[in-house]
Structures are given as structure tokens and as C-alpha cells.
């Protein structure tokens, strides 16, 4: 009673000091049930001082992006906490996927959702031996688990009934990951992750998958990009200063840029291009010469590949299960949106060789009639 | 970006000294962790916060991490000389901190006499006020405090004590600053290994030592004190020394520290004389005659500045005034800049159960205290907070780590605690200039989220300094603490601390976006385009003016105001015409100015200046 009371009190008071605008900063009552709770759990009052600390950081801190990585920072501490502290992993579990997959509520299949709750209860019930990485492990692979289509679902029920054959699944699973496309190689891997858990016996070898782990609950305002494009917290972030072009061309279609001096770099996507495998050519580009300048050798036209760029709108949420795309091999994509519904955009980098100020790129003639190859801009 | 990688690097490798196996093992990982984190987000987000915040924050983390693991490891080499190398090793790393800008208060005129003793072999400053001996201090602007003694030949004495400076001397031949200030360093690590030495005699546990030693080490006052150029810290020492000695009855271990604890300031002999009498050997008073003979033949008057009139009573109101600074102040007080210090003052309410040694302590200092209360200085002058009784924080932590032992409830509030020291702690290494305040009602926090909201915040935190409604309610609040606690009638639930102090910051905040009765024009909420903040910044005392700002013709001053009636005030020697919510007011020349406004509507104002000059005061709603 005491903690339904300290919790009801603590979502009130965050609802008053609501002032950012992001669905992170609208669900902070539901922050502070989570905060509280995970404090009762662990049975440790001090993890509840997260409360005012949210509130403190929703009205002190006015940038976006730092305010909502210290929220992240927060929670993530909360939650390493609980665990330290022996929590009930089944609460501990449920928390876990409220804060990284409920937000924003407005996304939320709610049956869906409750399926995905349940298949982790069930992971966690039948694990061998309860870990922290064991338990990491189960709500990883809920995490991961797409909420469309229905069949996805049922992942995480399948990796519960190979566990009496662990290893050879998460063989067969890791052999199937390097064939199949992202969001089911993804899959794939994060069971077979979870299969092997049980063989890791010290707290070296799980020491980096409980930081991963910590790492991820610490971006859960971005938890979507994070579950389907992890690739991006490894990738080089792009800043180099950006001028914009917005040209989107249809198959075959052809257009000449002048590019201002010392361009280096075309940001390239497509469009209704998620259902290409890696190495499918996109386009082409193809420097042109200055005629008063001209002499030796042309340089070579530069071809576009999906895995130099990828459908703008791939890691999206709707999307993602069925895109064939991989990660762009040089990304140049920025993160749209918040929480579960949060992703990063398609757009890769092309080369280009030194003092060309003028291209002409050209869309791969074989491309599907609605497909379009997006020249974002060039840096 | 050097001076932060090789901190980062120190505190990571601080672990080694104090724990061991598996402890230091989680230790190391955890701090591995958060570095991780910290660098990818950094990487990957690029947040806008400056980087000297951020690279301060990421060590007081790592420094966090390590005070939880001796908090609560298992396997901790504990003592208090480690703990004073640890303290010791801290002090070092925020001495460049400190050094960002040039050493302020009093610090200048200790480091003068430092030089003069060097070089001159006096305590003379004529010379070291010129600019090329005043180089050393980093400032240039200098001067002799008005009332500081002159000699018979014309002598230009400083008003501060000579000992701290004598103290100072090696260090300064071999080092300049760096060494004055690692003499000080030094005295902060014999502190801090005292202070953990007087938990132990008085039978703490080594669980609740370790559980505090952050607090009391690492947190302010003493952490600020310590690295910088004051005598608070050698006093603190000093006094705990004599603590120890009077308790172990040992007259030969107290008498010199309690000598030396004088020497440093004379405004201490009201603590000596305390102790004295306390000690059963009165006698022993003639001692403290002996430093008043020293500054009597260095600057010619036995009591330096201070004169017999101090010795008399003030008004009453003046003694609840200060005292309730000393406890509540928003910028000066115990509860809002070093909060863990509250729990020393919550131990006063159980005085049978407490350690003799904070009996001792308590008893000694309240003659002190009794004469510290009713001045205007009470809140420490151009000072870092809560000076005057810095020394009394080692006392007031073993009374706060003896109620942790007795009541369960009492810990429940360490990890609020533990937040607010760790911002503090940030705030003042990151910022060194903002430790001295310019004492006008306002702290930092208000003045950081009234810049944020343009809305009046500071008005929220208890002023005694500006007396205001929040004073009243918090000295009320304390009030009601103190019998609860004595009484021990009601245990708070641990459970409810976090939501108690969710629910006044959300009604705090929901207070402060509205606007207030009251508007102080200097205030930071306000917006001022043109004018100036009037007396000026550093006006010496400038807290015993009634402050406003400056305006003449073409200034404008933008605020939130109530509608309805309000009274401004302001003092003109010319008259003045300004404009406010579309009508214009004369403001006949006047030194205690009021007039009458009117505004139209709730909301955000401008007041423009039309012709004339004027010092606008306030503006009160009625």
C-alpha cells in the first residue's frame, strides 16, 4: 500500500512539471511508476530518488537531446541497480520492456504487446540458472522481437522450446542469421545469444553484454533505432556540414549537378527500394569534367549499391521485418522520432574524387516503376 | 582537455588504494561502464553541454562510484589514513579547477602577506599593494581594506592573522600559488584523516564511517575550503584536534592545537574559552592571551580589527535572523549548500545519546556561534557558503553519522542527500567563480531557473539575507522537523521521501511559473535591456544596501507582474517619467520613492524609462 501510494504521488507530481514536447518527456509519470516500483522491487527506497531527478532534468535541461540522454541515464542506473540488488527478474523484465517498448503509448498494440510480455515471463521461467545476463538475454530478445507480423511473435515462445537443444539451434540459428535479411539475421542472433547463455561462468565474459545491455536501457528514448539498427551506435556519426539538394529520380532518370567547391561526399537514399537485397545497384554517378579543363583520362563513373545507401525509410517500424536493406556502409542518416517508434533514415555517403564540381547521376533503369533514388545533398 | 585525462585517469586508478578483490573488481567494472556509456552518448549525440561541465560531471561520477563501492563493499581497506590520501588526492585535482580565475575574498591579501614575510621579512604591505608584487595574486586591483591597521610609521598591516600566512611560507618559497594552496591540501587531508580518527574514538561503525566520509571529505563546505586559500580548514583541524585531546584528557594534546586554532583567527577565542573552561583547568585561559600579544606586536592592536563593542548584545530578531540563515538560507544556509550538515543539526534534538566529543564540540562553539548570529556578516561576506562555521562541520558530521546509527528513518534521506551535494560539488569545480555570491537574496539555483523561465524561482527558496515568505515557511518547517524528530513520535516512511520531494518541487515549480507579489528589479528573472545593477557587483558589503537597478532614459526592464494594484519603489535625485502597461508615471525626485501603478492584466510586462535616471527598487502587489 505504502508503495502504491509513493508511486500514484510520484506520477502526480511529474505530470505537473511537464515541459518538453517529445513523447519521452510526456510519458515521465509513467518513468516515475517505473522507478518506483523497481525500487520496491529491489526493496530499496534510494532507487525511487530517480523521481525527482527526472523532474529535475525535465525542467532544468532545455536541450532535447541532453535532457532526454540524462532520462536515459537515469533510468538505466535504476535499472542496474535492481539487478545488482537480486530484483524479481519477472517485474524487473515487465519494467524493461514498458520503458523500451511502450513508448510512445500511442504506438502500442496493446494485445501484442502483452503476448511479447508473456513470452518473456515464459523465457525467464524456463532458463536453466538466473543470471544477470540470463535475464538480459530474455528481455533482449523480447526487445528485438518485432510486434508485426504476428508469426515474429511467436520467437521468442519458438527459442523457449529449443532450449533443451541449445547448442545445436543457436548453431543452425547463427548459420541462418548470415544468410537471411537484417530483422530476421537479427533475430537469429539475439537467440542464439540467448540459447548460449548458460556457457558463459564468469563475470568477465558477461561483463560486456550487461554494459551493452546498460547501454541500451540508457537510449531507450530512442529504443527503436536502437533494436533495429544497432549498427549505428558503431558507425562514425556524420557532421560535416550539409548542402541540402532534394532531387528524387526515377528509374532511368537522369540529372546533372553543379556542386559547390570542395564537395566531397553525395548523401544518397531510395525509395521504395526496401525489398532489394545488398550489392543491387541503385544508380549511378558520374563526375563530369569541366571541357576547358578536360585532360587524361575521365574519372569513372561511381556506382550507387543498396548497402552504400538504403531505403530512406527501412528501419522504420512498419517496415523493418520486411526490408532487405543493410545498414549503409558509410551512414549519413539521421535519427527520427522517439522511443519504439524511433529510427534512422537510409541515407549513406558516396565518394567523390577530389575537385569534381560537377556530376551527373543517373537511376538504375531496372529499378520498380515506384522506386526512386533520392540525392538528399552532398557535403 | 590534458588536465581532464589525466584526472579521469587518477580517479580511475583511486579504486587500488582503498578496496580489493572482487570489490575493486566491480569497482573497476562499473567505472569501465560508465565511461562506455558516457562515450558513446558523447559520440553519437554530441549534447549540448559544455564541455567543461561534462568532463567535471564524468569524474564526480567516477568519483561517486568509488565512495558507494567503500559505502558498501565488502572487501574495503579501510582507515583513516587512507581515507585522508583519497581526500588528499581529490584536493589535488580540484586545485587547477580553482585556478581558473584569480584566487578572491580574502585569499589575495593571505597570499600578500605570505610574500611579504618571503621576501621582506615583515608583515608591511605598502610595497605588495603595488602592481608588480600584487602579480602573484593574479589580480591588480588591490587595495588595503578600509580599517586595516596602520603602524606608527605609517606601516600598512592587513587586518587578517599572520599565522596562516607563516604556515603557508614553505610551500610558497618552493611553489608560488600551486605550493600556498597544496599547504592547504595538506591541512585537508589532516583534517580529514582527524575526523575519521574522532568517529572511530567516539565508537562509530566502520560501515556508517565509510557511509559519510564522502560527505564530509568530498562535499562542501570543507572540499571547497580546502583548496582554497582560507584558514577555515587549518581551524577545522585544529579544533578537532583539541576535541580529541580534551577527550582523552591529555591537556599536552589539546593545549597546542587550541593555541594554533587562535593564532588563525582570533574571532576563535571565543571557542578556546570554552573549551578552556570546559577542560577543568580555567587556568589555562591566560594562554589564549598569548596571540593577542602576537597580533598586538605585529600590528599594534591586541584585537586586529575587532574592537570591545562586538561583545555586546544585538537586537533579538537579529539572533533568530542569523540563525535561521545559518540553517536555511537558500545561498548561505546548511540545508541548500551543504545538506548533509542538516542531519548534524537534526542530532542536536537527541544531545543524551550523541558522542561526547560532538557534545564537546556543540558546547564549545555556541559562544561563537551566539556572537556570529546577530551580524551582518553572519552568512560568511564575500566567501564561499557557510564559512564562519566551516569548522564546526567535522563536529556536526559525527553528530549526523551517530543518528545514522540510531534511527533507520535517518538514512532514507542520504540518497537525496548524496544528489544534491554531487550537484553542488559540480557546480562549484566547474564554476569556482560562483562560490561567492553576491549575497543579494538570490542562489544559483534560483537564478538559474529564473534566467530559464523568466519567471521569478529565487523567491522560492528561503532568504534571510533578503528576508522572504519562503523564510518564514521554511524556518516554520524546521521548526516542526526539529520537535518531530526530538519527540520521535513520527517516522517518515522510507518509501515517501522520494515522492515528499517530488511533490514540493512540482508544486514549487508549478508556484514559480506564476508571477510573484513581490519583484526585485536586480533580480535575474527580470529582463533588462540597458541600465545597471546599482550599488555595483563588488561594492565591499554590498549587502547591506537596498539593491535595484539603475535605469535612464531608453532602458527598458521586462518582467511577469499580477494584475491590479502594486506599489514600486525607487529613489531618484532628479525625477524620472517611465512607462509601464501603456501609461505613464512621474517619479518625483525622492530618496525612499513609492508610486502607485496599475496594471491591466496578469502576465509579462515592460517598463520603459522615458526621461530622467532612477534606481528602481521593487515593485510590491497590493
Given at each position: 500500500m505504502t508503495w502504491l501510494i509513493a508511486s500514484a504521488a510520484s506520477m502526480w507530481a511529474c505530470s505537473a512539471v511537464l515541459s518538453g514536447a517529445t513523447p519521452i518527456d510526456r510519458a515521465l509519470p509513467l518513468l516515475a511508476a517505473v522507478a518506483t516500483i523497481l525500487a520496491w522491487s529491489a526493496d530499496e527506497a534510494a532507487i525511487a530518488i530517480a523521481v525527482p531527478l527526472l523532474m529535475i532534468f525535465e525542467v532544468s535541461v532545455a536541450d532535447e537531446q541532453t535532457r532526454l540522454l540524462l532520462i536515459g541515464f537515469v533510468m538505466a542506473v535504476c535499472f542496474a541497480a535492481s539487478l545488482a540488488r537480486a530484483a524479481n527478474h519477472y517485474v524487473l523484465a515487465v519494467l524493461a520492456l514498458v520503458v523500451l517498448r511502450w513508448i510512445p503509448l500511442h504506438s502500442v498494440v496493446v494485445w501484442r504487446e502483452l503476448v511479447l510480455?508473456?513470452?518473456?515471463?515464459?523465457?525467464?521461467?524456463?532458463?536453466?540458472?538466473?543470471?544477470?545476463?540470463?535475464?538480459?538475454?530474455?528481455?533482449?530478445?523480447?526487445?528485438?522481437?518485432?510486434?508485426?507480423?504476428?508469426?515474429?511473435?511467436?520467437?521468442?515462445?519458438?527459442?523457449?522450446?529449443?532450449?533443451?537443444?541449445?547448442?545445436?539451434?543457436?548453431?543452425?540459428?547463427?548459420?541462418?542469421?548470415?544468410?537471411?535479411?537484417?530483422?530476421?539475421?537479427?533475430?537469429?542472433?539475439?537467440?542464439?545469444?540467448?540459447?548460449?547463455?548458460?556457457?558463459?561462468?564468469?563475470?568477465?565474459?558477461?561483463?560486456?553484454?550487461?554494459?551493452?545491455?546498460?547501454?541500451?536501457?540508457?537510449?531507450?528514448?530512442?529504443?527503436?533505432?536502437?533494436?533495429?539498427?544497432?549498427?549505428?551506435?558503431?558507425?562514425?556519426?556524420?557532421?560535416?556540414?550539409?548542402?541540402?539538394?532534394?532531387?528524387?529520380?526515377?528509374?532511368?532518370?537522369?540529372?546533372?549537378?553543379?556542386?559547390?567547391?570542395?564537395?566531397?561526399?553525395?548523401?544518397?537514399?531510395?525509395?521504395?527500394?526496401?525489398?532489394?537485397?545488398?550489392?543491387?545497384?541503385?544508380?549511378?554517378?558520374?563526375?563530369?569534367?569541366?571541357?576547358?579543363?578536360?585532360?587524361?583520362?575521365?574519372?569513372?563513373?561511381?556506382?550507387?549499391?543498396?548497402?552504400?545507401?538504403?531505403?530512406?525509410?527501412?528501419?522504420?517500424r512498419e517496415q523493418w521485418f520486411r526490408s532487405r536493406n543493410p545498414f549503409p556502409r558509410r551512414p549519413a542518416g539521421s535519427l527520427h522520432d522517439y522511443g519504439q517508434d524511433a529510427w534512422v533514415d537510409g541515407a549513406g555517403l558516396i565518394e567523390l574524387p577530389a575537385g569534381v564540381t560537377r556530376v551527373r547521376v543517373t537511376a538504375n533503369a531496372r529499378l520498380s516503376a515506384g522506386a526512386r533514388l533520392q540525392i538528399e545533398g552532398s557535403e | 582537455m590534458t588536465y581532464f585525462v589525466i584526472a579521469a585517469a587518477t580517479l580511475s586508478v583511486l579504486p587500488v588504494l582503498v578496496l580489493q578483490g572482487r570489490t575493486l573488481a566491480h569497482c573497476a567494472a562499473t567505472e569501465l561502464s560508465l565511461a562506455a556509456i558516457a562515450s558513446v552518448c558523447w559520440w553519437h549525440f554530441s549534447p549540448r553541454v559544455e564541455p567543461r561541465l561534462a568532463a567535471v560531471t564524468f569524474c564526480a561520477l567516477l568519483l561517486t562510484v568509488l565512495m558507494l563501492f567503500i559505502a558498501r563493499g565488502v572487501e574495503v581497506r579501510w582507515s583513516a589514513g587512507r581515507a585522508a590520501m583519497v581526500a588528499l588526492i581529490v584536493y589535488g585535482l580540484c586545485v587547477p579547477a580553482m585556478l581558473l580565475t584569480p584566487i578572491d575574498g580574502d585569499e589575495p591579501y593571505y597570499l600578500l602577506l605570505t610574500d611579504s614575510l618571503l621576501h621582506d621579512r615583515d608583515l608591511d604591505l605598502r610595497n605588495q599593494y603595488r602592481s608588480r608584487e600584487m602579480a602573484v595574486t593574479g589580480r591588480a586591483d588591490l587595495q588595503a581594506m578600509p580599517g586595516d591597521p596602520i603602524g606608527p610609521n605609517g606601516e600598512q598591516y592587513s587586518r587578517h592573522e599572520p599565522f596562516l600566512p607563516a604556515l603557508m611560507l614553505p610551500g610558497y618559497a618552493v611553489a608560488g600559488l600551486p605550493g600556498a594552496l597544496a599547504t592547504i591540501v595538506i591541512f585537508g587531508g589532516l583534517l580529514v584523516r582527524s575526523t575519521i580518527r574522532m568517529l572511530e574514538d567516539e565508537g562509530i561503525d566502520d560501515a556508517t564511517t565509510r557511509s559519510v566520509f564522502a560527505f564530509v571529505a568530498l562535499g562542501p563546505p570543507l572540499l571547497f575550503y580546502a583548496v582554497r586559500i582560507w584558514p577555515e580548514v587549518p581551524a577545522a583541524w585544529c579544533f578537532v584536534e583539541a576535541i580529541r585531546g580534551i577527550r582523552q584528557r591529555r591537556s599536552g594534546r589539546w593545549v597546542t592545537p587550541l593555541l594554533a586554532l587562535v593564532l588563525l583567527k582570533l574571532r576563535f577565542v571565543l571557542v578556546g574559552l570554552v573549551l578552556v573552561l570546559r577542560s577543568r583547568r580555567s587556568w589555562l585561559a591566560v594562554l589564549l592571551l598569548i596571540p593577542m600579544a602576537v597580533f598586538w606586536l605585529v600590528s599594534g592592536s591586541a584585537s586586529s580589527v575587532h574592537t570591545w563593542r562586538e561583545l555586546l548584545p544585538g537586537v533579538p530578531i537579529a539572533y533568530l535572523h542569523g540563525l535561521l540563515g545559518l540553517l536555511i538560507d537558500g545561498m548561505a544556509g546548511i540545508a541548500f549548500q551543504a545538506p548533509f550538515y542538516l542531519l548534524g543539526i537534526l542530532a542536536l534534538t537527541r544531545w543524551r545519546s550523541m558522542p561526547e566529543s560532538f557534545r564537546i564540540g556543540c558546547v564549545a562553539s555556541s559562544l561563537y556561534i551566539l556572537y556570529l548570529i546577530p551580524r551582518a556578516e553572519w552568512h560568511g561576506g564575500w566567501s564561499p557558503p557557510l564559512r564562519y562555521i566551516t569548522f564546526l562541520m567535522p563536529v556536526l558530521a559525527l553528530g549526523a553519522a551517530a543518528l545514522l546509527e540510531e534511527t533507520v528513518a535517518a538514512r532514507a534521506w542520504l540518497a537525496p542527500i548524496a544528489i544534491a551535494t554531487f550537484a553542488l560539488v559540480v557546480h562549484g569545480v566547474t564554476y569556482p567563480w560562483r562560490l561567492f555570491h553576491i549575497a543579494n537574496g538570490e542562489n544559483p539555483a534560483g537564478e538559474a531557473l529564473s534566467l530559464l523561465y523568466r519567471s521569478d524561482f529565487s523567491r522560492l527558496f528561503p532568504s534571510l539575507i533578503r528576508p522572504n515568505l519562503a523564510a518564514l515557511y521554511g524556518g516554520i518547517a524546521l521548526a516542526v522537523i526539529l520537535i518531530v524528530v526530538a519527540t520521535r513520535r513520527v517516522a517518515w516512511p522510507a518509501p515517501f521521501v522520494a515522492p515528499l520531494l517530488a511533490i514540493i518541487f512540482a508544486l514549487g515549480f508549478s508556484a514559480g511559473t506564476r508571477p510573484a507579489a513581490r519583484i526585485e528589479f536586480e533580480d535575474a528573472h527580470v529582463g533588462h535591456d540597458g541600465g545597471q545593477l546599482y550599488p555595483e557587483e563588488y561594492t565591499i558589503s554590498r549587502f547591506l544596501y537596498t539593491g535595484g537597478w539603475d535605469v535612464g532614459p531608453g532602458d527598458s526592464l521586462s518582467f511577469l507582474a499580477r494584475k491590479g494594484p502594486s506599489t514600486l519603489r525607487y529613489s531618484s535625485t532628479t525625477g524620472a517619467t517611465m512607462e509601464l502597461a501603456g501609461r505613464a508615471y512621474p517619479l518625483s525626485p525622492s530618496s525612499h520613492g513609492m508610486v502607485r501603478v496599475e496594471l491591466p492584466r496578469s502576465g509579462r510586462v515592460t517598463l520603459r524609462m522615458l526621461d530622467g535616471h532612477v534606481v528602481l527598487d521593487r515593485m510590491d502587489h497590493d
Open positions: 510480455v508473456g513470452a518473456v515471463v515464459i523465457l525467464i521461467a524456463t532458463q536453466p540458472k538466473r543470471t544477470p545476463l540470463s535475464f538480459v538475454a530474455a528481455v533482449a530478445l523480447a526487445f528485438v522481437t518485432p510486434a508485426a507480423p504476428t508469426r515474429a511473435l511467436l520467437t521468442p515462445l519458438a527459442v523457449a522450446v529449443l532450449q533443451p537443444i541449445r547448442f545445436p539451434a543457436a548453431l543452425i540459428l547463427s548459420a541462418i542469421a548470415f544468410f537471411a535479411r537484417p530483422s530476421i539475421a537479427e533475430l537469429c542472433l539475439v537467440s542464439a545469444f540467448f540459447l548460449i547463455t548458460p556457457l558463459f561462468r564468469s563475470r568477465l565474459a558477461e561483463a560486456p553484454f550487461l554494459l551493452a545491455a546498460a547501454l541500451v536501457m540508457a537510449l531507450f528514448p530512442w529504443s527503436g533505432a536502437v533494436a533495429r539498427g544497432p549498427a549505428f551506435l558503431l558507425s562514425l556519426p556524420d557532421r560535416s556540414p550539409r548542402q541540402n539538394i532534394g532531387i528524387a529520380l526515377a528509374p532511368s532518370e537522369s540529372v546533372v549537378i553543379d556542386l559547390p567547391r570542395g564537395t566531397r561526399r553525395l548523401v544518397i537514399s531510395g525509395a521504395t527500394v526496401t525489398h532489394l537485397k545488398k550489392g543491387r545497384l541503385l544508380g549511378v554517378v558520374e563526375p563530369v569534367l569541366d571541357v576547358r579543363r578536360a585532360g587524361g583520362s575521365p574519372p569513372a563513373a561511381i556506382a550507387i549499391r543498396v548497402g552504400d545507401a538504403a531505403d530512406w525509410g527501412y528501419m522504420r | -
